[in-house]
């Protein structure tokens, strides 16, 4: 099957494309980009005034299964994914019980064959059970086919442990990631620290509990020489201390998550538990580091940290709501309209930080344009405005913080591997 | 909703001539003002029970005490008026045991503000006798209450109103009748 | 008197108020605390209401004012205790809510262990829902009754020096009176231990020390908070008797404060932890008036709240 994407501007960052060309797909994937390309057989999609670009590649979500699947399964993860542009996914393993074993890898991997939407990588446990304690047999885990190590959801508190896993991955050529959150600090926190927390009366997350466990894996990274990516930095600290070790030349790289720059502990006003995550929303002044890391580089990329939970773990008292929400749905529009239009990113800068970078991260071969590469692409429109809303979410579960606001930016097409995966609704209007 | 003024019923002279003969006619049915108190309901009845204190103490040479009665939280309709009430103090600073009250208010109509000084009254003390002087007697009552002092009967019809203005709250002494279309 | 009109449903927090809404519950209150000085301190304006008070959090004194300020309002009371230990496995608040709502209720008064869950549990029911208070956020009956009683005393807020000693980082009542009393134009100073000062503070328009003599010293008021050394935060609280020794209301203190300092306390007193014994029974001390005006600004608040015509909105 012949797709034939015509006029649409073309944003691919991997050859430095920002330009009107058509793209014609063949079967599974890109045989040609130029302009007035025709083709009699191809089903032919009108991309004028709308921009085409590789799918978003989203190195942090929570699928959930095995375990939880009344939060969100393979299934209905990916379908939540293709309808937010996400392309790939790396699968976080904190599932019941966690991906710690070949044979947990093999049962997802499974489960990935025959029910998933898009592409899902799979990210194993640094130790047994996340306990923190005993590491996995990473080396083995790698040969079943993880990408990535983490415990996400804790932190490795032990830094001799996390020291030995990272000498181990390195060996084994294996992504760790790190969730960096030091408990003794956060202490129960349910909230960013400071004037809010104090008037909400809700315990606080100081940013210390983050930055000191950057600081700290970072300097492990450095010692074991162990490639290091960052998840979900939320702090101006935390962009500082990532700064200095990437002049340092040391290994490390690092996501933030829409929330982190879109967001701060003012939105907590209400109580709102879908405004309740870890970490947790910080200031105006994280807001704008954040920003500025994207910009420079800094953080390479943007991830959603999607965390579905259902309405029992949610609407309830804040002190015991679940920590997370949703994103695949919301990342593209809300980092449209709160990086591109506000000139903090251009196109090819969007399309490096939620595409390129987190491919080349995880070390896949995705992200980028070229003839002759799988055709991952996205049709958006940058102009359409939509607001966010629970009806909407293919996901199963609705926690987004995003609800009731108005985003720029709507996918109007998701292809995978050649296929239309996703297409929107012919009832919204797609033409200006 | 527009407002028609209709009539002039009572000027300056023939609202304060109507006041004197109540405060003639509650010395003479008390016998004297002897154990006689006075108590206007906010909040134009306290404006008028002041007055027919005056006038009284003119004939008898005696002060007559005044309280205040805010009878909002006896209202029977609290739920239904538009604009919640606010509340008021009520100011009673006698006993009012053995009594003889006369309750003063500017319109009688349905009787159901009555009824609820009568409750909140009731609620202060056991009086000898209440009695009840009213500026103006509309009619329509809705409940067995009848006035012992009237200043003057105004049939009316129910849409409209009648308007008591006097000089302590709106500058001027009048009653009128308002009728309301739409 | 300036009309105000009430329109909230609820009563979360002072936060949430206006300065005028707050200055209408202060006068409502009064007309009330006539209604208490009766030999009949009964009225018929609640008659055929029921409040629900929802307990989550054991509480003796808030529990029978509210039941008082209810029952002389002619309403019906049911109180409802419940293991704060059991949420998770038990009926959620928005349930219990729910349930409450379906049995006709009229009022929720709900005193809860987690800030923030009258306002989720308001959002949740279209009844009435009043905070007697939550966790470390607001309990604005409290400072309401505080503050009438302030302006029983001196007859007016604006401009008064009101100082807050004790445990501010964990205190509703700070945090309420703190809305109340800056929103009408009191100059309000908090001081505690450093460990007990909460993060930001300062933004709420406070003024902010570690010395009680500093505080005391132009204060027309000190309300003195309990100190609760049985929460969880143990680690945090000097030794009591040490505590006791450096922010003590002590006789001798108040030698060097203001002559007539109006002293208050929302109660139950520890005598000898963070006021000395004679202090609490001086004629400067207030405590037993804030326990009796109480029952009026409780009235004053179902009353306004059942009378309320839109939703809420915080």
Redesign the interface.
């Known amino acids: 099957m012949k797709i034939l994407i015509k006029n649409g501007r073309l944003i691919d960052p991997a050859n430095k494309i920002d330009q009107v060309l058509d793209i014609l797909v063949d079967n599974t994937k890109i045989v040609r980009l130029d302009k007035n390309i025709t083709n009699g057989q191809a089903t032919v999609i009108d991309a004028t005034n709308k921009i085409v670009m590789p799918a978003l590649v989203d190195m942090h979500v929570h699928l959930r299964q095995p375990g939880r699947e009344d939060k969100e399964t393979i299934f209905s993860g990916t379908q939540a994914a293709v309808h937010g542009g996400v392309g790939t996914v790396l699968a976080m393993p904190n599932t019941e019980p966690p991906i710690d074993s070949p044979e947990q890898i093999r049962l997802l991997k499974k489960i990935i064959s025959q029910t998933a939407n898009a592409k899902v990588l799979i990210a194993a446990t640094i130790t047994v059970g996340r306990q923190g304690k005993e590491l996995t047999p990473i080396a083995q885990l790698k040969k079943e086919g993880a990408v990535a190590i983490t415990d996400d959801g804790s932190s490795v508190d032990s830094a001799e442990i996390l020291a030995k896993a990272m000498v181990k991955a390195r060996q084994a050529k294996i992504l760790i990631i790190s969730h960096c959150e030091d408990k003794t600090l956060s202490q129960n926190g349910v909230m960013n620290l400071g004037a809010m927390s104090t008037r909400l009366g809700l315990r606080g997350i100081p940013n210390a509990s983050e930055y000191k466990r950057v600081q700290r894996d970072i300097e492990l990274a450095a010692k074991t020489k162990c490639r290091l990516h960052i998840a979900h930095v939320s702090c101006q600290e935390s962009v500082e201390i990532i700064a200095k070790a990437k002049k340092k030349g040391i290994m490390v790289t690092a996501e933030t998550a829409p929330h982190y720059f879109s967001l701060t502990e003012k939105a907590l006003f209400d109580y709102d538990t879908n405004k309740k995550m870890n970490p947790p929303l910080r200031t105006d002044k994280d807001v704008a580091a954040i920003k500025d890391a994207l910009s420079d580089g800094t953080i390479d990329a943007i991830a959603s940290d999607h965390a579905p939970h259902t309405m029992p773990d949610k609407d309830i008292e804040f002190d015991h709501a679940e920590f997370g929400v949703i994103g695949l749905e919301t990342e593209l529009a809300v980092s449209i309209t709160n990086l591109v239009e506000t000139k903090h990113l251009s196109w090819l800068d969007l399309a490096k930080v939620m595409s390129l970078n987190p491919a080349r991260i995880l070390g896949i071969d995705r992200g980028n344009l070229s003839v002759g590469k799988s055709a991952d692409l996205i049709v958006v429109d940058p102009v359409k405005t939509w607001q966010v809303r629970k009806e909407e979410f293919l996901s199963k579960s609705k926690n987004s913080c995003f609800l009731g606001m108005q985003l720029k930016g709507k996918v109007l097409y998701t292809i995978l591997g050649g296929k239309i995966v996703y297409k929107v609704k012919d009832s919204e209007d797609i033409s200006h | 909703m527009v407002k028609r003024q209709k009539a002039q019923i009572l000027d300056q002279e023939t609202l304060n001539r109507s006041l004197l003969r109540i405060a003639h006619e509650i010395v003479e049915h008390n016998k004297g003002i002897e154990n006689v108190c006075l108590v206007g309901i906010r909040t134009r009845g306290v404006f008028l029970a002041k007055r027919l204190a005056g006038f009284i103490k003119n004939i008898e040479q005696k002060e007559v005490p005044v309280g205040i009665l805010d009878i909002t939280l006896y209202r029977d309709d609290l739920t239904l008026v538009a604009s919640q009430p606010v509340l008021h103090k009520t100011e009673i600073e006698f006993d009012i045991n053995d009594k003889h009250i006369v309750l003063v208010d500017d319109v009688l109509y349905t009787g159901r503000t009555i009824r609820a000084a009568m409750d909140a009254l009731i609620d202060l003390g056991r009086p000898r006798t209440i009695q009840l002087a009213v500026l103006i007697d509309r009619g329509h009552r809705e409940l067995p209450i009848r006035p012992d002092y009237v200043g003057k009967n105004i049939p009316t019809a129910r849409q409209e109103t009648v308007e008591v203005r006097l000089v302590e709250s709106d500058g001027k002494d009048e009653v009128v009748i308002v009728e309301q279309n739409g | 008197?300036a009309?105000v009109?009430?329109n909230k449903k609820d009563l979360l927090g002072l936060?949430y108020l206006s300065k005028e809404e707050i200055e209408?519950i202060l006068e409502?209150a009064?007309?009330?605390k006539?209604?208490t000085t009766?030999?009949?301190k009964?009225?018929?304006?609640l008659r055929g209401k029921t409040v629900v008070n929802l307990f989550y959090e054991p509480s003796t004194r808030t529990r029978v004012s509210f039941e008082l300020a209810a029952k002389r309002?002619s309403a019906d009371v049911i109180n409802i205790a419940t293991e704060t230990s059991s949420?998770?496995k038990g009926e959620?608040?928005?349930d219990t809510g729910r349930n409450i709502e379906a049995l006709k209720a009229d009022i929720i008064v709900v005193r809860?262990n987690?800030?923030?869950?009258p306002?989720?549990l308001a959002?949740?029911v279209s009844i009435s829902v009043v905070n007697a208070g939550?966790?470390?956020?607001?309990h604005p009956t409290q400072a309401l009754l505080d503050m009438f009683t302030l302006k029983e005393r001196l007859g007016r807020i604006a401009g008064i020096n009101v100082t807050i000693v004790g445990d501010i980082?964990h205190s509703?009542v700070a945090?309420s009176n703190i809305w109340g009393l800056t929103k009408l134009g009191a100059n309000v100073t908090v001081c505690a231990p450093p460990m007990l000062i909460?993060?930001?503070?300062e933004?709420?328009n406070v003024q902010v020390t570690t010395d009680i003599e500093e505080a005391l010293g132009n204060a027309d008021a000190v309300n003195v908070l309990r100190m609760q050394f049985e929460r969880d935060v143990q680690s945090a609280f000097p030794q009591q008797i040490e505590y006791f020794k450096k922010y003590g209301i002590t006789e001798e203190r108040l030698k060097r404060a203001k002559k007539d300092l109006i002293i208050m306390h929302p109660g139950p007193i520890n005598r000898g932890i963070e006021i000395a014994s004679e202090v609490a029974d001086c004629s400067q001390s207030v405590i037993l008036d804030q326990v009796t005006n109480g029952i009026a600004v409780r009235m004053?608040v179902l009353?306004l709240v059942s009378?309320?015509?839109d939703e809420n909105q915080?």
């Open positions: 008197m009309e009109r009430w936060e209408l409502t009064d007309s009330f006539e209604v009766r030999e009949i009964k009225v018929p304006a309002l949420v998770r959620t608040l928005i809860h987690c800030s923030g869950a306002v989720m959002k949740h939550d966790g470390w956020h607001e980082a509703r945090r909460p993060a930001g503070i933004q709420m004053a009353f009378q309320a015509r915080i």
